[in-house]
């Protein structure tokens, strides 16, 4: 009888523990949403795959997805997959960006921030086998603030160097103590950033990439430059075509 007693609580018991994990599993996927659906040929056998953008919401009420995911109900009944990383806003375009003819997805998502930076990936379907192509790399940039309220930057990729006067910011350079009677306090670099955007344009009368970097000065708001990189896709990898950089100081003079 205790023997039957035990059986019957035990399978009770794992019963009712199934019921809770399949309940709580429901409502995990639940919080998965569909933030866009599009249908467009991505693997190229001229039939149209439904590709969606998903995610899972922080909390409720929140506008920052804690998971992002890319997902295609392509036309051979397959189903692939990728991870993004979270952000607001997902937003995914389609061109051919590695020029095969075939039209990859694009997919930027901003992460938020005061430097407004996003992260960006790129995606290939081709034949029906998902390939991450990434994005090209920011450029390596190099910098320091120099006495006499100056500063110097040298981009690896190219060689080149760029020199700025930043005498109209003197003042407050020694409120924060950056400088002392206009020597510096101790060596300090600039604060380089990472890609803020990095959008589709033409370059060499192909499609390719516009990347856009911040350098700032003592704090993210002090804006000293912005260095755009043009890439685009050649034998299977991304190639460096031109840069160019925005003076935010009148002044600042170049040294190629």
């Known amino acids: 009888m205790k023997k039957e007693?035990?059986?019957?609580?035990?399978?009770?018991?794992?019963?009712?523990?199934?019921?809770?994990?399949?309940?709580?599993?429901?409502?995990e996927e639940e919080k998965i949403i569909t933030i866009s659906k599009e249908k467009v040929d991505v693997s190229g056998d001229k039939k149209k795959d439904t590709v969606y953008i998903?995610?899972?919401?922080?909390?409720?009420?929140?506008?920052?997805?804690?998971?992002?995911?890319?997902?295609?109900?392509?036309?051979?009944?397959?189903?692939?997959?990728a991870e993004l990383a979270g952000g607001y806003e997902p937003q995914v375009?389609?061109?051919?960006?590695?020029?095969?003819?075939?039209?990859?997805?694009?997919i930027s998502i901003p992460t938020g921030g005061s430097g407004g930076l996003s992260n960006f990936y790129l995606y290939s379907l081709k034949d029906f086998k998902l390939s991450d192509l990434t994005v090209p790399p920011p450029l390596i940039i190099n910098s320091?603030?120099?006495?006499?309220?100056?500063?110097?930057?040298?981009?690896?990729?190219t060689s080149q160097s760029y020199s700025?006067?930043?005498?109209?910011?003197?003042?407050?350079?020694e409120r924060l103590g950056l400088y002392v009677n206009g020597?510096?306090?101790e060596p300090t670099e600039?604060?380089?950033?990472?890609?803020?955007?990095?959008k589709i344009t033409p370059v060499d009368g192909e499609k390719g990439l516009l990347g856009v970097q911040r350098i700032s000065g003592a704090y993210n708001a002090d804006t000293i430059a912005f260095v755009e990189s043009f890439w685009l896709y050649e034998q299977g990898?991304?190639?460096?075509?031109?840069?160019?950089?925005?003076?935010m100081n009148p002044r600042s003079s170049n040294k190629n």
């Open 144 to 157: 320091q603030f120099e006495n006499g309220y100056k500063a110097s930057v040298s981009i690896q990729d």
């Open 5 to 27: 007693l035990l059986f019957a609580f035990a399978a009770f018991f794992f019963m009712s523990l199934s019921a809770i994990t399949g309940v709580y599993a429901g409502e």
């Open 190 to 198: 600039l604060m380089v950033n990472p890609y803020s955007t990095l």
């Open 237 to 247: 990898k991304w190639v460096l075509k031109n840069t160019k950089v925005m003076k």
């Open 164 to 173: 700025f006067d930043l005498r109209d910011r003197g003042e407050e350079y």
């Open 93 to 106: 375009q389609f061109e051919d960006l590695n020029r095969d003819a075939i039209k990859d997805m694009y």
């Open 54 to 81: 998903k995610g899972v919401y922080y909390e409720e009420g929140a506008a920052f997805f804690k998971e992002v995911f890319l997902e295609i109900a392509a036309s051979d009944g397959k189903t692939y997959k």
């Open 183 to 185: 020597k510096l306090s």
